[in-house]
Every structure is written in C-alpha cells, then in structure tokens.
C-alpha cells in the first residue's frame, strides 16, 4: 500500500483520515483485492499515530467491507462485489395498482415527488425539534432503557397515560386494556389475527381504508362494503348485509374517515350499535386521525364502553410516522387475546419510542401543537376545495377537518388511467377503485389538502380535464 | 385552591414547581374534582410569576390528566378514575403454559424475578452506552428522520451495509434483495404470511422455537417436527415427512438453534437441501443468534444462493431487543412479496432505528464488541454446565457457543410441573414441552446460560432433585 498523507491539525480526526485515505486507494483500484495492508504496528510507526489509532480505523473498515481481518494473518483488502445504487423498484404499470404498490409509492416517492395520494402531513408540518428534545432527555436518563425488551403491553407510564386522553373522547379504559403496538397498522393486523378466518366475510366501509382492505385480503377474509354517507354508514344497508352474510367484526373509522374525511353522526352511531348487537358482530374502531378533529364527535367505543368495539389510535399523523407508535384499546379479554398476538407476531414494541411518545404528550405542549396542526389543515383544505373547484371536481364533502378531500372526476367512469398518467409526472395520486373493497371502477380520488396545493398538482388537473372535454 | 409556595431559587424550575404543587392539592383531596382553578393571570399576580409559566404548568397538568380546560371558562380538577397501578397480568396456572405465556412471563418477570427461560442477554451485557452515543450522533445530524415515515424495505444505508456482513458468512445478496423488519419476529411472521394458508403443513425443527410454533398455529399451520440431533435435522426422518406430507416449507434454526444450541453440520446441510429440491419446497432459515457463533459454520442460506432459502438475521442479541430491529434476505421476488406483507401489516420499520443500528454496525467496534460478547458467552457456557452436572442434570450436548444449554432432568418424564414451582419462586424455567411441536411431554429444560449462574438456580434444582430422588 501507498503511504498515506495524514493532517493532525486539521481538525478532522487522524481515524477518519485514516478511513478515508485507504477507501479512496481501493476505490481507486491501488490497492486491490487480496493485497495485505500494512501491520498495524508498522502502519502506525510508519505515519508518527498511535497503533490504536490504526485498530480502529482498520476495524471500521473490516465493518464497512473494505477490508477482511484474517486471524494471526493481517488485514487484506476485501473481495467485494459492489451492490447497485438505488435499488428501489421501478413504478409499476397501470393495471397493476393495489393497496401494497400505492403505500409503496408514496413512501418510496424521491424528494421530487408530489405525494398528492398521502395519508399523512408533511414532514415539515410535525414537531421532529420537539422528538429531538425529548430523545435528548431520555439519553440523559439513566432509568431509560434502550437495549433490554420492552413489556409484552407496551410502556407501562405510555399505557397509564392513554386513559385521560382517551376519557376526553369519552372512552373510558383502564391501563391493563391498553396494548402498544408498530402503528395503527399492526394494531389493524392484531385485531385481524382475532376476529378474522379464512373465508370469514368481513365488513368494510365502502369507500375505505385500502390498506386495511389489502391486509384483510392477506389474511383471506371476503369483504362485504357497507355504503358511506356523509354521516356514516348506510345503516339500512350495514342491516341488510349484516343479517345476509353473518359477519363477525366490521372495520369502521368513525372520526375523518379515509378517504372522505366524514364523521358519525350520533344517531348512525346508534344504530350501528344497535345493529352489531342483533347480529352479534364486533366492531374495530380505527381513529389513527383523532387528534386532528377540530371538534367534538361520536365514537362508537365511546357509547359501547369498549364491550363490542374494539378502538385503535396512533400517534402516527401528529407526533411521527416513522416512529411507529399506535394503541389497541379493548375489553379485558380481547385485549389478553390481541397481548398474546402481538407477543407471537412481533414480540414487542420499543420502550425507547414509547418514551418519546409519552414525554411529547405529557410534557404540556402537544394540544397547542395539534391545535396549530388543525388550524393549518383547515386552511389547507378551504385552499384545496377552492383549487378543486376551479379545475372542475366535485367534492363529496367540505370535511370539517383533517388531511383529506375525496373529490369526484367528471367525465371519467374510472380515475385509474388518469393516476397512472399522473405517475408518469411523478404525482402520485390516489384513484377511487383503490379504496373499494372489490376494487371496483371509481371516479373519485382521494387528495392530500397539504400537497394538493403544489401548484404542479393543479395544473395536471386542468391539463387532464381539458383533454377529457 | 389554595396557594403554592415556590421557591425562585432552589434550582427546580417553577413550571415543575406548580405543576407538582397543584398535583399534591389534588392528590390530597385539597383541589376536589370540578373545582375551577385560579385564572392564569391571577395565578401570575399572586405568585410573581410570568403568565407563561403558569400557562406551561396547567398545560401540563392537563396533559396529565389532573386539569380540564373549558374553553373560554377556565381550567377546572378533572374527574379521573385512578387507574389501576402495575396492571401486568397474574401468572397462569400449571397446564396452561404456552409460547405467549412463556414469552409473557419472561418479559414480564421484575427485577426480582429469575428469567433462566430468557432467549436473550442480560441488559448489563450489552453496549447501552453505545446506543446512547450513536442516538447522541443521528440528534446531532440534521438529515436523520425521525418523524417522516421510513421507505418500504428499510433504510437504504443499512441494506447496503448488510450484503456485506453476508458476504463474511458466504450469502450473496444485492441491497434489494433485503427488507429490514420488526426484529426476527416480524420477519417470521411475513415468512408464514408468504408461506403458509390455514391448514398447510409445515416443517419445524423438534425440538425447536416455541414463539415460531406460537406465530404458526396462529395461521392455522400444521406442524410437522423434524427430530433434531446434535449435527440438525435428522435427515432421514425429514425425507420421510417430506414425501408423506408435502410441506411447502420447512423453518428451521442452523446456527446455535433454539434450544439445543448445537450447530448443522455440512453434510446434513447439502441433504437438506437436495431434499428440499427433490419435495420442492421453501426453507427458512433463522439465524437469530449469527453473530454470537464463535467460529465458521454452515448456512443453508450460503449453499442455496438464496433461491429456495430465505434467510433472517436480527441484532436484538447482540445490540438491542428493545429497539425491534432484523431483516430478511431472500431471492428477488419473494423479497418483493414481503415487501408487500411488510407494507399492508406494518407499513414501514422506524428509520430512526435503523439508523442507530447502521452506526452501531459501521463505527468499527462491533466486531470487538461481540467478541467479547463470545468470550463472555464461553465462559457463562463453561460455568452452568458445571453447575448443571454438579446437581445432577445432563446436557444434549456441551454447546459451541450462544446463549442456551438443552438439559434433561433424571427421574421425570415432564418438566412442566417442576417450572410450575419454580415459578413460585419467580425463577422462570422453559420447560422441553414449549419447544415441541404437539406440546409433547419432555423431560428437558432450557437454560439461559448467563442467568443459570445464579446461585437461586442451582439450589432450586438441587432441592427439586432431592425431592425426586
């Protein structure tokens, strides 16, 4: 090997250099596969620098594959085989859209993407300076665990918390009802885990959650789609197929809908209620967008004091999804039950995110933070309507808060060549067909409020319906 | 209410001295819930202090469940039921041990209790101090995510890390062929989603990973053991179930396997595979405990070129069961399908621990790190089987390395009932009969090395054998 040059005064440190300077005559095809690099004790002789200097700058290159460690031998410079760049997956044709490739989409959309088809803010929107504080303050905390297995529930200060927030909707839980879980979504596959067969009818409003719908599907489940209306649920209809296919559960989201962003209203919730009791079917409540409802609303757990509803909440949409922290709340039996299938699917939970999460609830800023949140959606979703409204689309309601606008394409039976056209812009929007459970034709598609105001998105539209007329 | 005597200079900031002033009045029955608190100017005026402050403090306690706010009316003792305290579950009955119970009991167990069941290290044993710094070091990098949701497969820098430290055991995998999960459990559970349908039969190891057999059952799989020797499999019996059974899968352990800690031998692996070629069907292969192996040994993995074989690693061992970080490499298109399961039953894996673990893989200690994990492993190993030949029991065999010993108890044909007393003593035992297939009756046990030198232990087992003598 080529002696390296080494500034001990530059202020970067002498392993870094070290680190850097040998990668580059690799990379550089100096040096090269197979050859023996300098004993440490002769490399470190050799540039005036410590031999632990040299063993750790050695080490970190045997971790970054640039060099292999032979025992009693020397450190030789790896064969390796350089892995491709980016190798995530290209977009997939038209025709093949489903629940798994949308969710992909958005998540993997590059920083160029227009993410008009997302369920969640921006990451501008959320308080990630206020995750850091309270992550700097649990790294200061001795008591905090970082390494040892959470509890099967979940952090128990977290659980202990849940209850007065969940009183404030008018829930009433005790902490032992309360299981932690990855996200509303794995509080979704749980209860799933619980409730569902093979086989086994599920119902599933009508347009909704496509995610929920794809993980029932996994799980072999026949959806049946109860009809949405602006205030909840076909009730005569949710009777209807009710007493005809005999389900054991119905997935519902009461609270900003996905995708209309309509709310219950008391008297649906009734009976609804009412209906599940007839025929003895159980209710999952999926409320991941609770916080950003403006004001107050039914919920069905809230009625039914967690008997046959089963309520799921995630901190997801107001405090970080990449965190992934949601909750099952539930009867004392079905919550052991839903216990037991986390322990078996995932074992547990991080105790450290969990930490993060009670500290951002109980630390006294967070109901002014989701206030802002909900003042800055508002104002989103009056600029969204009117964008809508200009380039020709009818919205199925002017939703009184949250994320979402469902809005119909006129002159279109199906919006889904118009997402695949959009795609070919990187725009990725959400067509209708994806939130209905037999994924039937729908011209309707679900907006974003926050990105459907990128200027790009309008102009797509405009340019779209022009051709359509 | 009355007023609060704070103290300007004791150090303790005056938010956190309102806040637990007022919470002492209304713990002591002083504030009685519904009674309407002094206004937030008033309260300043009174206390010298700024409104702000006062503001920070009811926030809090409203947080905290302690205030309501009214708005436009003022702050006001919330009704709270007092939840209960430490609601962890009573340990069940003899007889109904399971995998979730087990899995349970052992993260459940306090301070006190004695987890010799534990599949893992004490927290004492791992790098905490490192978690702590690199966690210090992604707060410090204003690029790190914490609060956007991270991309379908995982964090991209620790997907081309990992090929990698493949390499170093003979895998060969391309970054894309990689999707980071939920620890190995996770990474199970998308396995037998892909794998398996309710009524499938599937190849296990027998003995063999009792929260697999949980996680199975769970999907409605029939379970097949494969008796385990000291070398794997027992490769004749495997050609037999195979042809009369038609798995499409066989999961199965070949490093330190789960409980034996014994090792597959070359000439079993090249069978195993030739069988699964000639059946046609799936292995995977959980390699959970890699990193703890001292020397080289065979993966299936690293014969098959991962085309029947899906391979799982997890740094819940070696770096943190907290945090709930593993991965799965597998051919291109199973990759894509757990991918897709991964999306519709988690949505994604929290970057920010990825992150942590890429760091704590890449900043060059970690390979000295687990060899003194080994070292340590080596002797707690040498340690408890002296123990357990002083009292009396008998290895299946002396293990290479890991973190468990598989030993028989003279003179019962099951241990269930001595794990029963034990934990009336809060020592956790795993008896033999969890790691079966059927539950069959086992006279065995398995030890967690480093917990098994405790001295509780050893005189438990020695009176117990007394007792049967």
Same mark, same amino acid.
């Given at each position: ?21 040998? #990668?580059? &005559? ?9 050859? %023996? ?6 490399? =470190? ?5 410590? #031999? ?56 993997? =959309?590059?920083?160029?993407?227009? #993410? ?15 995750? %850091? ?43 032992? &009802? ?18 569902? @067969? ?209 809005? @119909? ?61």
């Amino acid at each position: 090997m080529q002696q390296v040059s080494l500034s001990p005064d530059s202020g970067v440190p002498l392993v870094d250099q070290i680190v850097h300077a040998i #990668r580059g &005559q690799i990379d550089d095809r100096l040096l090269r596969p197979g050859a %023996r690099l300098a004993a440490i004790r002769q490399f =470190a002789e050799l540039h005036g620098v410590s #031999r632990f200097t040299v063993v750790e700058a050695y080490d970190r290159l045997v971790a970054q594959g640039y060099l292999q460690s032979r025992r009693g031998s020397g450190f030789y410079v790896a064969h390796r085989s350089v892995p491709e760049r980016t190798p995530e997956r290209v977009p997939l044709e038209p025709g093949a859209f489903d629940a798994a490739w949308l969710m992909r989409q958005a998540l993997d =959309a590059g920083s160029e993407g227009l #993410r008009a088809s997302a369920g969640w803010l921006p990451r501008s929107w959320l308080d990630e300076e206020g995750l %850091r504080r309270q992550l700097r303050a649990i790294l200061r905390n001795e008591d905090s665990n970082l390494s040892d297995y959470g509890r099967p529930q979940g952090y128990l200060p977290l659980r202990e918390h849940l209850p007065f927030r969940l009183a404030e909707s008018g829930i009433a839980a005790q902490p032992s &009802q309360i299981v932690l879980t990855h996200g509303a979504t794995q509080a979704l596959d749980m209860a799933i885990h619980h409730f569902v @067969r093979r086989g086994d009818a599920v119902l599933v409003d009508d347009p909704g959650y496509f995610s929920l719908f794809g993980c029932l599907r996994l799980h072999g489940a026949r959806l049946i789609g109860v009809p949405w209306t602006p205030e909840g649920p076909d009730t005569a209809e949710l009777e209807r197929l009710a007493a005809e296919h005999k389900p054991k559960v119905y997935f519902t989201q009461s609270v900003l809908h996905n995708p209309t962003g309509a709310c219950l209203s008391p008297a649906n919730a009734y009976r609804i209620l009412q209906c599940a009791e007839r025929h003895d079917f159980h209710i999952v409540e999926d409320d991941a967008y609770c916080d950003l409802h403006p004001g107050q609303t039914t919920r069905l757990a809230a009625l039914d004091h967690l008997d046959r509803v089963v309520y799921i909440g995630s901190f997801s949409k107001t405090l970080s999804g990449n965190l992934r922290s949601g909750f099952v709340a539930a009867r004392p039996d079905i919550a052991d039950a839903l216990t037991d299938i986390k322990v078996l699917t995932s074992l547990a939970t991080p105790q450290a995110v969990e930490e993060v999460v009670y500290r951002m609830l109980t630390e006294g800023h967070y109901r002014k933070y989701v206030e802002r949140l909900r003042t800055r959606l508002g104002e989103a979703t009056a600029r969204a309507l009117r964008m809508l409204e200009r380039v020709g689309l009818t919205p199925f309601i002017a939703p009184q808060g949250g994320v979402f606008i469902w809005a @119909r394409m006129p002159g279109l039976d199906d919006a889904v060549a118009l997402a695949a056209s959009a795609a070919r812009e990187s725009i990725i929007l959400a067509p209708g067909t994806l939130f209905r459970p037999q994924s039937q034709a729908s011209p309707l598609i679900r907006f974003n409020v926050v990105y459907a105001n990128d200027v790009r998105l309008e102009r797509f539209l405009a340019r779209a319906l022009d051709k359509l007329a």
